[in-house]
Every structure is written in C-alpha cells, then in structure tokens.
C-alpha cells in the first residue's frame, strides 16, 4: 500500500490560533517532514473557504501551494484532492500543471472534479450550474489537459470550453503528462470518466462504499474497452489513532474544542467528528492495521491521510508512521 499526506491549509480550521505569517513555514515544514519520511506524497485541498462552514479563518490557494511545495521538496509527489475544474479555465490549468511538473522535477499529480462547495462557488462569481452542466465541465477539460500535455498543442469545441491552437510548451516532464485522478464515485458519470481517462481513482473509502464503486468502475471499464486493473484506486482517510482508546478519545476531543472556538455549531462539530469515529483510521495502530488490510483486499492501494492536529502536534502522525505503514507499505 501507498501512502500520503494531506498538508493543513485552514480549510478544515486547522489552522485556528496560528498566526498568518506563520503558516506557510508551517506547512512548508511538515512537507519536508513527509519529504525526509515513508510518505509517498502530499496533498492540499481546493478551496477558497473554509468548511463545514464558512469563516474568515485562513484558507490557502492550492495551486500557489503546489509551486511554493514543488520548490520546497525533493523527493514527495504533489497532489490536490481535487482541483475543481470550473475554478480555472482547463487550458491555463494545464500550462500552469506544466510548469509545475517542471519545478518539482517531475512529482505532480493532477487531482480533478467537478465540484460541490456551493457557497464558495457563488462567493468567487462562478455561479453554481446544475450537476450535469459540471460533470460536462470536468469532462471536456480533461480531454483538453490530456491533448495540450501528450501534443504540446490543444484545439478543442465543447459546450463549455473552446481552445484553438493553445499551446502548452513546454510539455510536463513526466512522459505522456501529469497523472490525472478522477476524484467522485457519481456512477453515472463520474466514474464513467474515470474509466475513460484515469490513472487514479479516488472515491468511498468504507469497505461497503470502496466495493461497490470499484464494481461499478469495473462495468464502465469493460464499457469503454480500459483494463480496470491500469486504474489505482485510492480513498482519503480522516485519522484519530492513540495507543489506547483513552488517547484517541483525547485527540477527537481536541478537534471538538478546535471547531467549537472558531466558532462551528455543535451540529457541525459532530458532523466533524462522525467523518472520523468508526471509520478505518480511528483507533490504535493495530486496529487500523486491520481495516486498511481489509481495504487492500478489495482493491484499496493507496491511502491518503488527513491528520486534523498535525499544524499543533505530530505525535499522531509519528504513531502513524512507525506502527501502521511499515504493516502495509508495499
């Protein structure tokens, strides 16, 4: 199994209490920490506001992030979990990918969706069009991305997009370009994209939910003529893990008490908390162990992991990375 990190940026408030000048060094540094450590990769979410509600807490950019990380490591790959294809037209995306690719020497990976944060959407003047019109979106910019980064050059005619002899040089330095992940397990269509253009997929990480939506990818796969088995399958993990169940406890109460003074309503809090209690990565290092094993067994290769206290304490983490990943690192 594959393992990587997800980097705190204040869109999940994990950021609350820091001062501003102080998080990019932050951030900047438990980068390099995943860069010296058994990470595979790290990773950064789009978006503009914070969740599960939004507040003037901090929220950093995640591409100016992915060029300020390039220059800052040596070693991790870096991704976005996921970079929605409406926020910025496919064409600068793909050139702005590029130039990345070349900064980090060749380490990034292309996190797409379609998108779903209303309130930030509106906010930033993108409207907010209905599902189908940004599924449509996201597949018409993957075609473009795809053509600017294997021909240097991109001509396309969609409903949504147009580009006429766009050029995109140089290319990606990674052969036939960045690898892209199709992050959404909608059946009808998202997967259906996923089938025809990933090289990753990112979707329920629950052995119920991570079964059913890698059969459904596999019938889109046999549909579109792909070998399900070139596709990656990975899911996000949010993680609470202690020596005992005293210390996760602990840790789930520390993020209660974050949400809480910054002001998050108690509903959302527990919202918080349920995205992280029964899940595969809450509990001891033996019993994650355990349910990621199963997870691997259904097909579940590379896990991404969301540590909420990292900005204050990395002792999860440290737990994370002596007792769990040397079990299950391929």
Known sequence: MRFGLFIPQGWRFD????EDVRQWPLMRDLARRADAGPWESVW???????????????????????????????????????????????????KAAATIDHVSGGRLEMGIGAGWYE?????????????????AMLREGVQIMRQAWREGVATFSGEHYQVDGAICRPLPLQEGGVPLWIAG??????????????????????????????????EHCREVGTDV???????????????DEAEVQDRLD???????SAGVP?????????????????????????????????????????FPEAAYDTSG????????????QD
């Open 15 to 18: 950021l609350v209490g820091i």
């Open 119 to 135: 309130h930030e959407w509106r906010a930033y003047g993108y409207g907010f069009p209905r599902a189908g019109e940004r599924l």
């Open 254 to 260: 520390q993020l209660a008490d974050r949400l809480r």
């Open 44 to 94: 950064v979410y789009d978006h503009f506001h914070t969740t599960p509600v939004p507040s003037e807490e901090a929220t950093h950019e995640a591409w100016s992030l992915m060029a300020a990380l390039a220059a800052s490591t040596d070693r991790v790959r870096l991704g976005q979990m996921c970079t929605c294809m409406a926020y910025r037209p496919p064409m600068y995306l793909a």
């Open 185 to 218: 397990g909608g059946e009808k269509v998202t997967l259906r994209i996923a089938a025809q253009y990933a090289d990753y997929t990112n979707f329920d990480g629950t052995p119920e939910g991570f079964a059913h939506k890698s059969a459904i990818l596999a």
């Open 317 to 328: 983490m440290e737990l994370f990375e002596q007792e769990v990943i040397p079990a299950l």
């Open 229 to 243: 088995e070139r596709i990656t399958r990975s899911s996000n993990y949010n993680v609470a893990i202690g020596r």
């Open 266 to 306: 108690e509903d959302k809090v527990e919202r918080e908390l349920g995205a992280i209690r029964g899940m595969p990565a809450c509990g001891t290092p033996e019993q994650i162990v355990e349910n990621l094993s199963a997870l691997r067994d259904l097909g579940m290769t590379y896990a991404i992991l969301y």
